[in-house]
């Protein structure tokens, strides 16, 4: 196994590598996701939520850099001039939870079920993922120094995350290491209970 991405391998191999680099993480973040789609008595609706809006997720941070009015705020975040003061922070930490970890699709979601009486996506899923998405950002990655995510800042168009999506799309820098994400196994954790508390206390 190569922790390591290289565009010349096969995109088997460098998926393989990838999961099997992180295979505890997303043992974990998966087990999660489904299990909170138990506990909301909604399970395939769950299991379909977490793979789409992982797609979503890496679609909308790459809208975040070219499409309009998104590149406004994430903008921001890239400029070395003002990311590191208290507004810029808050600022990254909405458009993560809003749009990057897409909670801006729960609002849709009521509001089509309500409209058609189809109901699309589980919302906390949607929840779950966002906070997974948003404490990983802006506290593993920043404090941590993460390089896939230091490589991100340096080149704006590639390793936008989650690192598959990036060996799928083709975006995943060429020797860049995979993501060391077993940290985040915590964020899932703290993320699941969260959403279990906001299920219980029907907050949601
Ligand atoms: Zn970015
Ligand atoms: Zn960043």
């Known amino acids: 196994m190569s922790k390591y991405f290289k565009k010349n391998r096969s995109l088997f191999k460098n998926l393989f590598n990838c999961i099997k680099y992180n295979v505890n993480f997303y043992f974990i973040f998966f087990t999660m996701a489904l299990y909170i789609g138990v506990l909301t008595g909604d399970f395939m609706r769950g299991a379909v939520t977490i793979v789409l809006i992982?797609?979503?997720?890496?679609?909308?941070?790459?809208?975040?850099?070219?499409?309009?009015?998104?590149?406004?705020?994430?903008?921001?975040?890239?400029?070395?001039?003002?990311?590191?003061k208290w507004w810029a922070r808050i600022l990254e930490w909405f458009v993560n939870f809003l749009q990057i970890g897409g909670i801006m699709l729960i609002p849709l979601n009521i509001f089509l079920e309500k409209w058609s009486?189809?109901?699309?996506?589980?919302?906390?899923?949607?929840?779950?993922?966002?906070?997974?998405?948003?404490?990983?950002?802006?506290?593993?990655?920043?404090?941590?120094?993460?390089?896939?995510?230091?490589?991100?800042?340096?080149?704006?168009?590639?390793?936008?995350?989650?690192?598959?999506?990036?060996?799928?799309m083709g975006t995943k820098q060429d020797n860049s290491t995979f993501e060391d994400m077993r940290w985040s196994i915590m964020n899932s954790l703290a993320a699941t209970v969260i959403v279990m508390t906001v299920y219980t206390r029907n907050l949601l």
């Open 117 to 168: 009486g189809m109901k699309l996506l589980n919302n906390y899923v949607i929840l779950y993922y966002s906070l997974v998405y948003t404490t990983h950002h802006m506290i593993n990655y920043h404090y941590m120094k993460i390089d896939t995510h230091v490589r991100h800042h340096e080149d704006e168009t590639t390793n936008f995350g989650p690192d598959y999506m990036d060996v799928l």
């Open 54 to 84: 992982l797609v979503f997720s890496y679609f909308s941070h790459r809208a975040s850099h070219h499409i309009f009015p998104y590149n406004l705020f994430h903008k921001v975040h890239h400029d070395d001039k003002n990311n590191k």
